[in-house]
C-alpha cells in the first residue's frame, strides 16, 4: 500500500496567517491526490482534487501544487473556519491511503 | 440536494454483526462508485471499501478484507456494509463518500454522509 505522510503534524497560525502542509507519497502517484479539511464532529470536505483543481464552492485562498511524491496545500489567508484537520488522499490505486492529518490550531 | 445519509450504527458485542445502509439523494446514484471511510474516536481517517456505480468491482482494506461485505441495491439508491466478527479495533464512526467522477473507480470524494457511530464492546 502506498504511504502518505503529512507534515507537519499540527502548527499554530493567526488568522490572516498563510499555511502551507506538505504531503509525501511513497511511490510516484501522478497528479492523483486530493485535500480535505475537516472540522470537529464534522465530515470531511474536499478541497482540492487532482492535486491543484479547486473544488467547486471552495474558497480561492485554497490552493494545491506538486506531483509525483510532494505534493502541497497552501492557505493564504486562515479564517477562522479553517481551524480544523487537514488530510491528503490519494486516489492512485487500492487500498486507498489517508495522510494522518494536519492539525491547524489558534496561535 | 445531494445527500448520503448514514444509518445502522450501535453498540454490538465482540465476533457478532452489523450491517450499515447509506441512503443518497439528489443525484444518479447508478452512475458512481461510493466507499465507506471510517475514524477511530481521536484518530485520522481508514479508507474500507469501494463499490463500482454498476457492483461489478469491489475492494476493501486489508484490515476488514473477509469480514465486511459492500454491496449496493441501485433501484433503491441504497449502499450497504455488512459487518461479520466485529473486533474493539472497529469502532469507529463510518461515513460514506460519493466519487467526483462519474463510472470512475479512482476519483476523489465529494460528497460524504453526516457518519454513523459503530462501538464494539463487551
Known amino acids: 500500500a502506498i504511504q502518505m505522510t503529512q507534515s507537519p503534524s499540527s502548527l499554530s497560525a493567526s488568522v490572516g496567517d498563510r499555511v502551507t502542509i506538505t504531503c509525501r507519497a511513497s511511490q510516484g502517484i501522478r497528479n492523483d491526490l486530493g485535500w480535505y479539511r475537516q472540522k470537529p464532529g464534522k465530515a470531511p470536505k474536499l478541497l482540492i482534487y487532482a492535486a491543484s483543481s479547486l473544488q467547486s464552492g471552495v474558497p480561492s485562498r485554497f490552493s494545491g501544487s506538486g506531483s509525483g511524491t510532494d505534493f502541497t496545500l497552501t492557505i493564504s489567508s486562515l479564517q477562522p473556519e479553517d481551524f480544523a484537520t487537514y488530510y491528503c488522499l490519494q486516489d492512485f490505486n487500492f487500498p486507498r491511503t489517508f495522510g494522518q492529518g494536519t492539525k491547524v490550531e489558534i496561535k | 440536494q445531494v445527500q448520503l445519509v448514514e444509518s445502522g450504527g450501535g453498540v454490538v458485542q465482540p465476533g457478532r454483526s452489523l450491517r450499515l445502509s447509506c441512503a443518497a439523494s439528489g443525484f444518479t446514484f447508478s452512475s458512481y462508485g461510493i466507499h465507506w471511510v471510517r475514524q477511530a474516536p481521536g484518530r485520522g481517517l481508514e479508507w474500507v471499501a469501494i463499490?463500482?456505480?454498476?457492483?461489478?468491482?469491489?475492494y476493501y482494506a486489508d484490515s476488514v478484507k473477509g469480514r465486511f461485505t459492500i454491496s449496493r441495491d441501485n433501484s433503491k439508491n441504497t449502499l450497504y456494509l455488512q459487518m461479520n466478527s466485529l473486533r474493539a479495533e472497529d469502532t469507529a464512526v463510518y461515513y460514506c463518500?460519493?466519487?467526483?467522477?462519474?463510472?470512475?473507480?479512482?476519483?476523489?470524494?465529494?460528497?460524504w454522509g453526516q457518519g454513523t457511530m459503530v462501538t464494539v464492546s463487551s
Open positions: 463518500a460519493k466519487d467526483r467522477r462519474d463510472y470512475e473507480l479512482l476519483s476523489a470524494f465529494d460528497i
Open positions: 463499490i463500482s456505480y454498476d457492483g461489478s468491482n469491489k
